[in-house]
């Protein structure tokens, strides 16, 4: 007889597939030459995914963007140093970009407005695929092989 799912599996789960999701439309946009969707669906990924992580512990109804920090604490003790600096030093820059990636900005008026569908490049995209793809696979092995999550 299996065992039923705890609340922490379940909801850590629904948040690794939503990532799943975000990552095929991360993909997407890179190919389709669309780099500021790919940087803002990144920071989706990257955040679903240390949510996922977080779930598991029994930390959700997290209601912000920016997780890593909590993250890292919770994780504390839990994974190696290294790994958690992995974690860290990769996020914080997708992180920071999640409005950015999606708004224009004109608050500054002696600048040009920013536009993020024209401001972003091919090689801003390729570094947050790159840290979508990497925070995915630490998050992954960290839920099967700490928690034996069945992804």
């Avoid at 975000?22 to 240390?50: F, G, H, P, T, W």
């Avoid at 920090?69 to 030093?89: A, H, P, R, W």
């Avoid at 997708?94 to 024209?118: L, Q």
Wanted: charged share 30%; with cysteine; proline share 3%.
């Amino acid at each position: 007889m299996q065992e039923e799912e705890s609340i922490e599996q379940q909801i850590s789960k629904a948040f690794y597939i939503e990532a799943m999701s975000d990552l095929k439309m991360v993909e997407l946009a890179y190919e389709n030459n669309i780099y500021s969707r790919c940087i803002s669906m990144s920071q989706q990924v990257v955040e679903k995914l240390l949510k996922a992580g977080l779930a598991i512990l029994g930390v959700y109804g997290l209601m912000h963007h920016t997780v890593s920090d909590y993250f890292i604490q919770k994780f504390s003790g839990i994974v190696d140093e290294d790994t958690l600096n992995e974690v860290k030093i990769l996020v914080k820059p997708v992180e920071s970009e999640w409005i950015r990636s999606r708004y224009p900005n004109w608050e500054n008026r002696e600048k040009p407005i920013w536009i993020p569908s024209k401001q972003y490049s091919k090689d801003d995209a390729e570094k947050a695929l790159f840290v979508a793809r990497r925070i995915h696979e630490i998050i992954k092995d960290i839920l099967e092989s700490k928690f034996q999550l069945e992804l």
